[in-house]
Structure formats: structure tokens, C-alpha cells
């Protein structure tokens, strides 16, 4: 009998010594479809000239929102917002890495049509759109359309280097746009239903 016990209580003692805690972690959501990224963009851009590669351009879905982004244009990275300015060169190769916030990614590489800038109604309608001055001191940006335009409705955008709108405002006709951004470089956005126009500016204090 009293082997048995002792053997009972040896059996206890053992059990309790390899007990061990078990903490319930809690699981991230999960996402009903996996993460996609698909890249629309199908215009021919001007080679050397600023673009803005927008909202418009691509589409993300499944995973979990938000989404973080990576930008990169030969193999570095030239932007880490939802949109990102790049100046396109013939034959660069560009990727789109969209990240959910389970740090699960997609990523697609695509190409732009870049053509040669060459004398040509685009460029008759650039000078007509002007974006000035490219050295801000005081905070204040003009913008001038054309005359046939100067009732059109244009929507203004300020990005940093790194693709990040900074301001957006939208103006009708010619008209002066005040910003108070820090130093540093930027580049504005002015677009209407006739024409895109971007230009890049440095702000100083």
C-alpha cells in the first residue's frame, strides 16, 4: 500500500514539474482574398520629364488595409507613397511593392511608353501653362493658364521627393495659390481637362 502511494505522489510531482503555461495569442484578421496588385498605366509619358504616377494608375485589393508602398525605377527606390513623381527614361524598369498591415506583399513590375520630346502641340501647350516661381521664398505659388482656359476649373497638387502630397487645392482660371511648406524640394501639379502640367519647385525660408 504504501508503495502505491508513494509511487502515486512521485507520478503528481512529475506531471507538475513539465507543467507549462500556454498563452492565447491573439490572431491578426485575416484577409478574405490575397493581396494583388495590378498597374494600369497605359499613357505615353515625355522622356526627362517629371510624371505623376497617381491613384488612377493601379489598383490594389484583398489584404488588409492600409497598405504601405515602395516605388522602385531600376532596381532603387524612388518613392514610398500612394503616388510618386519619377522623371522616365526609354528602357527603365519600374516595380509597384504594395505591403497590408499583416506585412503581406505583392509586388508587379511594369514598363512606361516613353516617348522623345520633340516640337510638338504639347510642348506649344506646356509654355502656356506656367508654374512660378520655381524658387519660393514667401510661401506663394502663381499659377497661369491659358486664355481658353480661364474658366476651366484646375486641380492643384504639391508632392516632396518622396511622391507624398503635401497640399492640394483646386483654382479656376490664373491665380495665386499660397502653401507653408518646409525648405526643401517639391513638385506641383496643376491638371485640367485640356492638359497636365508638372514643375518642380525648391522652398526657402
Known amino acids: 500500500?504504501?508503495?502505491?502511494?508513494?509511487?502515486?505522489?512521485?507520478?503528481v510531482s512529475i506531471l507538475f514539474c513539465h507543467a507549462q503555461t500556454v498563452v492565447k495569442m491573439k490572431m491578426p484578421a485575416q484577409a478574405n482574398e490575397p493581396l494583388k496588385v495590378v498597374v494600369l498605366f497605359e499613357?505615353?509619358?515625355?522622356?526627362g520629364m517629371p510624371v505623376v504616377l497617381g491613384l488612377m494608375g493601379y489598383n490594389i485589393t484583398g489584404g488588409m488595409a492600409p497598405y504601405s508602398y515602395q516605388w522602385l525605377q531600376n532596381g532603387s527606390l524612388v518613392g514610398t507613397g500612394d503616388v510618386v513623381i519619377i522623371t522616365p527614361k526609354k528602357s527603365d524598369k519600374f516595380e509597384l511593392?504594395?505591403?497590408?498591415?499583416?506585412?503581406?506583399?505583392?509586388?508587379q513590375s511594369?514598363?512606361?511608353?516613353?516617348?522623345?520630346?520633340?516640337?510638338?502641340?504639347?510642348?506649344?501647350?506646356?509654355?502656356?501653362?506656367?508654374i512660378y516661381p520655381t524658387l519660393v521664398k514667401n510661401d506663394i505659388i502663381n499659377i497661369s493658364l491659358p486664355e481658353k482656359e480661364m474658366l476651366t476649373?484646375?486641380?492643384?497638387?504639391?508632392?516632396?521627393?518622396g511622391g507624398a502630397m503635401k497640399y492640394q487645392t483646386t483654382i479656376t482660371g490664373s491665380s495665386t495659390v499660397m502653401c507653408h511648406l518646409p525648405e526643401g524640394n517639391y513638385f506641383v501639379s496643376v491638371q485640367t481637362d485640356e492638359f497636365h502640367k508638372v514643375e518642380k519647385i525648391i522652398v526657402q525660408q
Open 153 to 161: 476649373q484646375a486641380r492643384i497638387r504639391i508632392f516632396d521627393t
Open 97 to 107: 511593392k504594395a505591403t497590408d498591415r499583416n506585412r503581406c506583399y505583392s509586388t
Open 1 to 11: 500500500m504504501k508503495r502505491t502511494i508513494i509511487i502515486a505522489i512521485t507520478v
Open 110 to 130: 511594369f514598363s512606361l511608353k516613353v516617348i522623345a520630346r520633340i516640337g510638338s502641340k504639347d510642348d506649344e501647350n506646356n509654355s502656356q501653362y506656367k
Open 43 to 47: 499613357e505615353p509619358v515625355p522622356e
